[in-house]
């Protein structure tokens, strides 16, 4: 059985079609697969499919939803025979297939496989793992709660294995072909300035060299315009390498490798911004002496780091006693949101529990902001930051007004992480000055 997720919902049985069920079932039926072979908890299905006010009859309502998924998953089940796809657990449901059944699931496997074959190879390893796509993710629950942090991974890992297929294919001569392909994508996606170096790439390699400067020039307009920024210190190192017909951009290798570098180091994502800042008190209220003070940040700072990490943040200092963690970046997942929030919870715990200011005679106080949306990224490291824009501010905002041991979570990751966790609403007059 074949389960796709990858455009609208379409479930396939040996070739047949399954007819399934309309309205909640086919998004019981997603989230399911989503998660599959694991088992999704009775109280989670309810939170994301019936929102903060399920109905009294919530439980039966699930449970019919199960049994006309069954009928239409296993039409030929006699009556009393236990479920062998969609099993029920003393917790909640699972749908017991190989995760490579669902073509989300096969899409991710393809995509890490593709890094372990030889760089001839590449390419058509990428190509294998694109061509699962039918349509957008989740095409038929793009406005569903449950379906938005899913959504927004896997476009994002789409739009990347893309981007490194193109890549992949001008490392092996395919300039000329590549020009009308991309013309097409960066029409649907005109903000990634790494697509539209690789157009400017191919249309050098394939004689357009004035062509590939007009590209330039557009790109520049339309950040200019749109967000009120130049476009990245390596797509202007590119235009200066066209420019002087750098002999490098003839290479038939990748952009990304040309003199060790990419020109494309800088590009939208999609992240979850966690802003940790902690602040130092004595008890008597006296100046503090600066080298205890500092033993003390730093050591609380690691135990922070350690958790964003373990919970798959890339971390980054910031000006003062203060950390980024970045969720979604350099490698995204579907519940980025959700690993911010837990991770910013485990953060206060874990600052407290180690009690490194009270061996000085010294307070702690931990404050974090949590929020999600598009940011301009880089590799880490390097001694920069690696994030930049409105985000960022906000978390950082969000931080510095959160009350000692709070965490305050922006709007836009409220949505995203939706019932899985408890939150409580804070006026802006409550807010710490």
């Not at 399954?18 to 309205?23: D, E, M, S």
Request: proline fraction near 5%; aromatic fraction near 4%.
């Amino acid at each position: 059985m074949e389960i796709r997720l990858l455009g609208p919902l379409e479930v396939v049985d040996g070739g047949r079609v399954v007819r399934l069920p309309a309205g909640r079932a086919r998004a019981l039926l997603a989230l399911l697969a989503l998660h599959a072979p694991d088992v999704v908890p009775t109280g989670r299905i309810i939170d994301e499919l019936w929102g903060e006010s399920p109905p009294a009859t919530v439980a039966k309502a699930l449970q019919n939803l199960v049994s006309m998924l069954r009928k239409s998953l296993e039409p030929y089940r006699q009556t009393g025979e236990p479920a062998n796809l969609l099993r029920t657990t003393p917790v909640g449901y699972l749908l017991f297939v190989s995760p490579t059944a669902v073509d989300a699931h096969l899409f991710r496997r393809r995509y890490d496989e593709a890094h372990t074959v030889p760089a001839a190879h590449r390419a058509d390893a990428l190509h294998a793992a694109l061509e699962l796509w039918r349509g957008d993710a989740l095409a038929d629950f793009a406005y569903e709660p449950f379906a938005q942090r899913h959504i927004a991974a896997l476009q994002e890992l789409r739009m990347t294995a893309l981007e490194e297929r193109v890549e992949a294919d001008l490392a092996r001569g395919r300039a000329g072909e590549l020009v009308a392909e991309l013309g097409a994508v960066i029409a649907q996606h005109p903000f990634r300035e790494r697509l539209r170096g690789c157009l400017m790439v191919a249309l050098y390699r394939a004689g357009r060299q004035n062509d590939a400067l007009e590209v330039f020039q557009e790109t520049r307009r339309t950040l200019v315009e749109e967000f009120g920024i130049e476009p990245s210190a390596r797509l202007r190192d590119l235009e200066a390498a066209i420019l002087r017909q750098d002999p490098a951009l003839d290479a038939d290798v990748s952009p990304r490798v040309v003199d060790g570098e990419s020109w494309f180091r800088q590009e939208r994502r999609q992240v979850t911004v966690v802003m940790v800042g902690l602040g130092i008190s004595s008890d008597d209220g006296h100046v503090l002496d600066p080298e205890a003070a500092r033993r003390v940040v730093d050591r609380s700072l690691e135990a922070a780091v350690c958790v964003l990490r373990r919970h798959g943040a890339s971390v980054e200092a910031l000006a003062g006693d203060a950390v980024l963690g970045l969720f979604g970046f350099p490698k995204a997942h579907e519940d980025d949101p959700l690993r911010a929030v837990r991770a910013a919870s485990e953060v206060c715990d874990a600052v407290r529990e180690a009690g490194v200011a009270d061996h000085h005679g010294l307070h702690e106080r931990v404050s974090i902001g949590v929020e999600s949306g598009e940011v301009v990224v880089g590799p880490a490291g390097g001694g920069h930051s690696t994030a930049s824009g409105d985000v960022v501010n906000v978390a950082v905002a969000l931080g510095r007004h959160a009350a000692a041991g709070d965490v305050l979570v922006g709007e836009a990751t409220r949505r995203l992480v939706g019932g899985s966790v408890a939150l409580t609403p804070v006026e802006q007059d409550d807010l710490v000055a």
